[in-house]
């Protein structure tokens, strides 16, 4: 199983060049950017290693095949043909989940069924068996079908990469991880900066920012489906984590700031932090956005406020933004990065972004306002 194969990062909707990127970082050139997902041909060793590392990614998958259905007899041969028990031992347990989008096989369950029905007569032809007792690792295989094309994968990360392990509790409205740190990713801080987020709730966007100055890989405090499968041996694993561990940047010193009214919230944040093992890089503080000042020159605000529709009324959100552009105008030499749907955004804050960028956080499409300050001067070389 040393030959190339095919493998999806998954991405949210307008994050898959910043997927893109992360992976060709990684030392992956050759790959496809499409919509919702980026397709990188590699060895075996880039599984670990991109679970791993992908701060922006959902998941990653392996592409068993991809053809055109339009009947159920097509899909369940084309599915037959594929290689499944090179990855799906006698005892693995393998469901299948499905989605249809403009296609002729709409029904979702009966695709569903006759994926399972192939795989399941595939793996009898291997095995000579009639029964399988599905009670070893799992591969959840997933059929997508898109304008009658038929994608199937092996779920290789189990739960969603943006669950990194530190998060064990949880505030109302959390951002997710992997769009916190896309949103870190698109601004110009970088770990020579102060950051600020005035509204940090249980502490996401400063802990993702830490990580990210640290150079801490993600994915090291969670395991993932494919450690459980022989195909991937231990030693595969346990290369790619001793890797992750030799990279993170121990003697990096950093500043970065968390700030939110509400006392509950902050006490979830200062324990997300011990959890992410960052919390000596972040100062955590109750403070209204009122409060907010620095004589820091050249800062980077990074942050999701309410938006009016699921933490507080449309008015005490246009009074807030209101705020904020009065408050954040005495900054005037920082760069300011805000994500919210209101649609109002840049006539309450009183200021065009210098740019906007469409993101989803969850099902909600919001705008990622960003507002540039002046370049900082470049520091002496020591």
């Avoid at 970065?256 to 960052?278: C, F, M, N, P, W």
């Avoid at 246009?318 to 005495?330: D, N, P, S, T």
Wanted: aromatic share 10%; proline share 5%.
């Amino acid at each position: 199983m040393k030959k190339e194969i095919e493998l999806i990062a998954t991405a949210g909707f307008g994050l898959e060049a910043i997927v893109a990127r992360e992976v060709t970082r990684l030392g992956y050139n050759d790959i496809t950017v499409e919509n919702g997902r980026v397709t990188i041909r590699a060895d075996l060793d880039a599984i670990p290693r991109l679970n791993l590392w992908l701060r922006c990614a959902d998941r990653i998958l392996v592409k068993m095949g991809e053809f055109p259905a339009r009947s159920f007899e097509e899909l369940f041969q084309n599915t037959r043909a594929l290689p499944w028990p090179d990855w799906i031992p006698q005892d693995g347990n393998f469901p299948v989940e499905g989605k249809s989008i403009k296609s002729q096989l709409f029904s979702v369950s009966d695709c569903q069924a006759i994926v399972k029905k192939a795989v399941v007569e595939k793996m009898k032809e291997r095995y000579r068996l009639q029964w399988f007792p599905e009670t070893g690792a799992r591969y959840t295989i997933e059929v997508a079908l898109l304008k009658d094309i038929v994608t199937l994968t092996l779920d290789t990360s189990g739960t969603g990469l943006h669950k990194r392990g530190y998060r064990k509790l949880s505030a109302p409205a959390p951002l997710k991880e992997t769009l916190a740190a896309a949103l870190i990713d698109l601004s110009y801080w970088d770990k020579g900066r102060l950051l600020l987020d005035p509204f940090c709730g249980s502490g996401t966007i400063p802990i993702e920012a830490a990580m990210t100055g640290l150079n801490l890989a993600p994915g090291l405090k969670r395991e993932f489906a494919a450690e459980k499968w022989p195909v991937l041996s231990k030693k595969c694993w346990q290369w790619a984590r001793n890797e992750a561990h030799d990279q993170i940047k121990r003697e990096t010193k950093l500043s970065i700031r968390g700030t939110d009214i509400d006392k509950e919230v902050l006490s979830l944040a200062r324990y997300h932090a011990r959890q992410a093992g960052v919390a000596e890089h972040i100062h955590f503080q109750q403070m209204p956005v009122s409060a907010v000042s620095s004589r820091d020159k050249y800062g980077c605000i990074i942050c999701n406020p309410p938006y009016g529709e699921r933490l507080e009324d449309k008015a005490t959100v246009a009074e807030l933004y209101k705020e904020m552009g009065r408050i954040f105008k005495a900054l005037d030499s920082w760069s300011i990065y805000i994500l919210t749907a209101h649609q109002r955004f840049e006539s309450l804050y009183g200021r065009p972004a210098d740019r906007k960028r469409k993101l989803y956080n969850g099902r909600i499409q919001c705008y990622y306002y960003q507002f540039y300050g002046p370049r900082p001067p470049e520091k002496p070389m020591e």
